[in-house]
């Protein structure tokens, strides 16, 4: 069975970081390319980052490019997304995915307030 379980989520004030991570099994982790995922109350899914199988290539939303780093340790079976000069507008509920399937977990919560 496919299990991906997000941790690390948090309050964090804003200007602050935080580092979310997502813990896979139940499939070959190193073959597929992942990807991270926000939903805000209200609002729609937020695609945000995604990394390659091998790690190798990156990309980003306009909305957290440069202050986002997504990455991955393929002998660990885990997905990381470090979060820098975090606003209220990145409050949401982050998701990890599996591309291939849009197979995801059950989200970590990330609340960005003084």
């Known amino acids: 069975e496919v299990q991906l379980v997000e941790s690390g989520g948090g309050l964090v004030q804003p200007g602050g970081s935080l580092r979310i991570s997502c813990s896979a099994s139940?499939?070959?982790?190193?073959?597929?390319?992942m990807s991270w995922v926000r939903q805000s109350p209200g609002k729609g899914p937020e695609w945000v980052s995604r990394?390659?199988?091998?790690?190798?290539?990156?990309t980003y939303a306009d909305s957290v490019s440069g202050r986002f780093t997504i990455s991955r340790d393929n002998a660990k079976n885990t997905l990381y997304l470090q979060l820098n000069s975090l606003t209220p507008e990145d409050t949401a509920v982050y998701y990890c995915?599996?591309?291939?399937?849009?197979?995801r977990g059950q989200g970590t919560q990330v609340t960005v307030s003084s």
């Open positions: 995915v599996k591309d291939n399937d849009s197979t």
């Open positions: 139940g499939f070959t982790f190193r073959l597929y390319d």
């Open positions: 990394i390659n199988s091998r790690g190798s290539r990156t």
